[in-house]
Nanobody, 121 residues
Framework: VQLQASGGGLVQAGGSLRLSCAASVRTFSNYGMGWFRQAPGKEREFVASIGGSGTTTSYADSVKGRFTISRDNAKNTIFLQMNGLKPEDTAVYYC???????????????WGQGTQVTVSS
């Protein structure tokens, strides 16, 4: 499984960005997918996850109500719509794939290369 994340950039506080992650895999709907982020000097943390069918989602408390994870299984792609961005959302964002739906970082087997999101105040 190869994952390619894109869509990061520089945005002012209160703005929006949409991240995408394209997967090269035959049976994409069999995989739970997630977004994680790592800010400078901090450990990588869970942001959001979505089940294979797209009906089950979970969010970190820090992003709940502002971020939305979704997937398009026909295009082997997941998305992270980020609204109301705050400076503390600044981080490298990674997409990841797991063989089941999970919010546990160590359960993810495949990782993308990361895309930088910077929110200015």
């Amino acid at each position: 499984v190869q994952l390619q994340a894109s869509g990061g950039g520089l945005v002012q506080a209160g703005g929006s960005l949409r991240l995408s992650c394209a997967a090269s895999v035959r049976t994409f709907s069999n995989y739970g997918m997630g977004w994680f982020r790592q800010a400078p000097g901090k450990e990588r943390e869970f942001v959001a996850s979505i089940g294979g069918s797209g009906t089950t989602t979970s969010y970190a408390d820090s992003v709940k109500g502002r971020f939305t994870i979704s997937r398009d299984n026909a295009k082997n792609t997941i998305f992270l719509q980020m609204n109301g961005l705050k400076p503390e959302d600044t981080a490298v964002y990674y997409c990841a794939a797991a063989r089941r739906y999970t919010t546990t970082q160590r359960s993810y087997d495949y990782w993308g290369q990361g895309t930088q999101v910077t929110v200015s105040s």
